[in-house]
């Protein structure tokens, strides 16, 4: 009986950390989505966010990219859309330049201290598109 218990209030326990352990967990992907996108693409990725009135164009519905690429996730073409590198500067894009923009808050934040320039901004855009991609309509 008192083993019965005992392993009761174990399984008990495991259960509870388990919860809070879930809690806790920290996604961010998501995390980055809604503080820095959720303001133009909504925060369902939907494109509805509150200051869309003030784009000259509409941010596109991000939870139909695989849709509208064959059921396969544009992981590259995202990537290079996010990152913004390659993008011409000639005055049309609304979307803000995200690899310069961490670059420059990451050197704010990093000072002095050696740091991988290049590895956080790749890291930062790969958790928005993971996150982007667990969004995605079937
Ligand atoms: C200031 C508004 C604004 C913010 C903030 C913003 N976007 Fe955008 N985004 C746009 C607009 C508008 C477009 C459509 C292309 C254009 O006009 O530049 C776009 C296009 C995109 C595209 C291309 C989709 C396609 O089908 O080609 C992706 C991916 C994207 N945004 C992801 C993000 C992510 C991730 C963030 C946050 C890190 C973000 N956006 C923040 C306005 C915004």
């Not at 693409?41 to 509208?68: A, C, F, Y």
């Not at 740091?115 to 996150?131: F, H, K, P, T």
């Amino acid at each position: 009986m008192k083993t019965a218990v005992f392993k009761l209030s174990l399984l008990g326990l495991a259960l509870c950390s388990g919860a809070v352990l879930a809690q806790q967990r920290v996604d961010f992907g998501k995390r980055e989505f809604e503080s820095n996108c959720a303001s133009c693409h909504g925060m369902d990725g939907k494109g509805r966010g509150p200051i869309v009135e003030l784009l000259r164009r509409s941010p596109p519905d991000l939870t139909q990219e695989s849709k509208k690429n064959g059921g396969v996730f544009p992981m590259n073409r995202l990537y290079d859309v996010i990152e913004g590198g390659n993008v011409q500067a000639h005055g049309g894009r609304d979307m803000p330049i995200w690899g310069r923009d961490y670059r420059i808050k990451d050197a704010e934040y990093y000072m002095d201290t050696p740091y991988d320039s290049a590895g956080l901004v790749r890291a930062r855009i790969l958790a928005l598109l993971e996150y982007i991609n667990r969004i995605q309509v079937k």
